[in-house]
């Protein structure tokens, strides 16, 4: 015959709660629920949308039950109204209620999808930020060029040295305006030691008159040889002021030197309006100076600067009292277009005039990038001119505000080193639409890493379509942890506090947002402290109870290895944190997603939640109060207030029995109740371990009392008679059990 002991509420508990992972562990293994988990695990993956989901009655009331929601399985189109919540807008249906249970299980799932988008925020912010250290890049980079050329110029002593040096050679036939690409080595030769006096010579029979005056700046005999001094100083220098201005593709302060310097040299000298808006650098100088439009034919410029009559009737008398020409555009003789006051006056104007431009190009085009770049779907919308984008705008001014501004494609180009002439718009198609990944793929075909770098700063697919962003943590994760991270924060503040501790986490979580963009393998996201420091709070762990080599060790571990490090801890949250990222085996960011309406680690915690609430039912069926106990134990860490409390049932159960609430309790109106509970539970200690033990002992006792076990160990635990502790109720109990 086997005689049987009847276990106390707190003994029955402790069997349960000392080694939950054990526990957690049977139950898994259960047959029933072993192989409801594998189908949910299985299957949630191929879910596509939110009536898929709640009609597969398997993956959803398994869902349910997971979440605490099992009576409400049978409320589909209620809890279609949930899944269907914008969790960031606080009014919407989820928000709305206040059984916190619903919005945990919404946030669980996302069937709105990932945000699909060409750029993320900090490949945008990295993109322009490239574009704008370009104007300095190419500033230096033709300073190196002015440096070099006036260095070596003096110790050429022949033809063939000097075309024989590619960087002197593309010097002077930029400096020209000449595209050495395209210009022979053995052409430039014979331009450069033509006979000038000689009409049938090779300079003076091209096409343009440009290579006369290319030969004209140098001193070589028709043998290749230096007459005296290569070139002159004055020469030097205007090929310094020229190689400056052609090179230049935006108004650098490099430009605005040789700009000034060339309108000195040259302005003055002019014998008549004509002749001065005839040089285009001159009349581009004047432009600048009074904001013409670029559009103003010079003819109309010429005039205005002589013609008192026309300058009033086109309404801008301006110029006038800037140069000194004769109303026939002519200047009298013995005197200068320009006077030196008038030449200081103007540079100042035009400085002034310079800088403007020189901010506007750059503001403009990083502005109207941000714009647009929010709006392309497609490399089509991408490829799209600023005027056939702004046409469909409802401003009409936005067309000639765009008119001037660099189109988003050279922006991007620039960015990466890219001349815009380099690549058509098809071939930038194929680029853009290239894999990075893929050694054969058309952007890999070109072995050049600035149209990699190019293809990675966007998320085209292979059709031309934006792609949801491939990060180590899904936008909807990242916002769920960011949500998280701001309930930890402000647990229990008021007032002031609660103000601060807000403005203080959306600091953090912008952070966290924006590296979280960054972050490319584990070791990157393990050794920013700022990074792991968040996860761990978020989830209401403290950092400093987790040492950065076990973090590492559970970073490293196999998830789908039930004996690896992370699964082996008794606290399954690290092993969810894991999982919420898509690293892959090596460390690197995993190229497939963790997941799709569900994200993987997700999944691993509605398992969990699953199993434990499994856990709860099947001790409840023996013993309610260790339900009870279990439960209070699970919710505790999350309750934030005694409304938290009062407005769970089992939640009020547990209070009620712990402090035997009498009837008149319950009678109350709310806040009575509310100040009550506050009165003898101190919420703010509801995540310290041992004070929640403390009154699961305490309601273990009472609940063993009330139900006819009044000599229950746990009572007299509870009430100081014998000091027995926990683990000899529990050694005690496994001998009883025997």
């Known amino acids: 015959m086997t005689s049987t002991t009847t276990l106390s509420t707190y003994t029955s508990y402790l069997l349960v709660n000392r080694d939950m992972k054990t ?145 002197l050679r593309g010097y002077v036939l930029e400096s020209f305006g000449l595209d050495a690409t395209y210009t022979s080595k053995s052409y430039l030769k014979q331009v450069l030691t033509s006979d000038l006096s000689d009409p049938d010579s090779v300079a003076n029979k091209a096409s343009s008159d440009t290579w006369r005056k290319l030969a004209a700046s140098f001193s ?35 430009l605005f030197s040789a700009n000034q310097t060339y309108w000195e040299k040259n302005a003055a000298s002019v014998s008549t309006a004509t002749e001065l808006v005839s040089d285009k650098r001159l009349l581009s100088y004047v432009k600048t100076a009074f904001d013409l439009r670029d559009t103003i034919m010079a003819s109309s410029v010429a005039s205005l600067m002589s013609s008192p009559s026309f ?137 050049d890493d600035r149209f990699v770098n190019l293809v990675k700063a966007f998320n085209f697919s292979s059709e031309g379509e934006t792609e949801v962003p491939l990060l ?97 801890l008794s606290d399954n949250t690290f092993a969810e944190i894991v999982a919420s990222f898509n690293f892959d085996a090596d460390g690197n960011l995993s190229t497939e997603p963790a997941g799709t309406i569900q994200q993987r680690g997700d999944t691993l915690e509605t398992v969990n939640r699953y199993l434990r609430q499994t856990l709860e039912e099947e001790q409840g069926n023996s013993n309610s109060g260790v339900r009870l106990a279990l439960y209070f134990q699970r919710m505790a860490p999350s309750i934030t207030s005694a409304y938290d409390i009062l407005g769970d049932t089992a939640l009020q159960e547990f209070f009620t029995t712990a402090y035997s609430m009498s009837d008149y309790f319950a009678s109350q109106d709310v806040e009575k109740q509310a100040s009550t509970v506050k009165k003898f539970i101190d919420l703010e200690k509801l995540q310290d371990p041992e004070y929640v033990e403390k009154l699961v002992k305490r309601f273990t006792a009472l609940y063993d009392t009330e139900n006819g076990t009044t000599n229950s160990a746990a009572l007299s635990v509870l009430s100081g008679v014998n000091s027995i502790s926990a683990d000899t109720l529990l050694a005690v109990a496994q001998l009883s059990a025997k």
Not at 412 to 426: F, Q
């Open 23 to 167: 526990s957690l562990t049977r139950v898994a293994n259960e047959s029933t629920v072993s192989r409801d988990t594998a189908y949910y695990e299985e299957n949630i993956g191929n879910v596509t949308s939110v009536d898929e989901f709640v009609n597969d009655y398997k993956l959803f009331s398994y869902a349910m039950k997971a979440y605490g929601l099992e009576d409400m399985t049978y409320a589909k189109a209620f809890m279609k109204k949930i899944l269907e919540s914008d969790l960031t807008d606080d009014s919407s249906f989820a928000n709305s209620l206040t059984d916190t249970r619903y919005q945990d299980f919404a946030a669980a799932f996302n069937f709105a999808g990932e945000t699909k988008k060409a750029q993320t925020s900090v490949q945008t912010d990295d993109l322009l930020s490239s574009y704008q250290d370009s104007f300095k890049v190419e500033e230096k980079a033709i300073q190196t060029e002015v440096d070099y050329y006036e260095k070596k110029i003096g110790s050429i002593t022949s033809v063939d040295q000097l075309i024989g040096d590619s960087r």
């Open 220 to 254: 070589f005999n028709t043998d290749g040889s230096v007459n005296g001094t290569i070139q002159t100083a004055d020469e030097i220098e205007n090929r310094r002021l020229d190689y400056i201005y052609n090179a230049s593709t935006y108004p650098s302060d490099l």
């Open 311 to 447: 300058a009033s009737v086109y309404g801008n008398t301006e110029l006038l009292d800037y140069f000194n020409f004769e109303t026939d555009g002519t200047v009298t003789t013995g005197e200068s277009a320009l006077s030196s006051d008038q030449i200081t006056s103007l540079a100042k104007r035009y400085k002034t005039a310079f800088q403007e431009d020189q901010k506007a190009a750059v503001d403009d085009a990083v502005s109207n990038f941000e714009t647009r770049i929010a709006a392309v779907n497609n490399i089509d919308d991408f490829l799209t001119t600023n005027n056939d984008y702004y046409e469909s705008d409802d401003d009409p001014n936005n067309n000639d505000t765009y008119d001037d501004v660099t189109e988003i494609w050279n922006v991007a180009l620039r960015a990466y080193g890219i001349d815009p002439n380099e690549v058509t718009k098809s071939k930038m198609r194929k680029i853009l639409a290239s894999d990075v990944d893929d050694k054969k793929s058309y952007v890999n075909s070109l072995k």
């Open 472 to 568: 180590v943590q899904s936008e909807n994760v990242i916002n769920g942890y960011a949500t998280a991270y701001t309930d930890q924060k402000a647990r229990f503040l008021t007032g002031k506090e609660l103000t601060d501790a807000k403005d203080a986490a959306e600091k953090e979580i912008e952070y966290y947002k924006t590296q979280m963009e960054t972050i490319s393998t584990r070791d990157e996201f393990l050794s920013n402290s700022r990074l792991t420091n968040f996860v761990l709070e978020a989830k209401g762990i403290d950092p400093k109870s987790v040492k950065s080599e076990d973090l590492r060790k559970m970073f490293e571990s196999d998830l789908t290895d039930p004996k690896s490090y992370v699964n082996s």
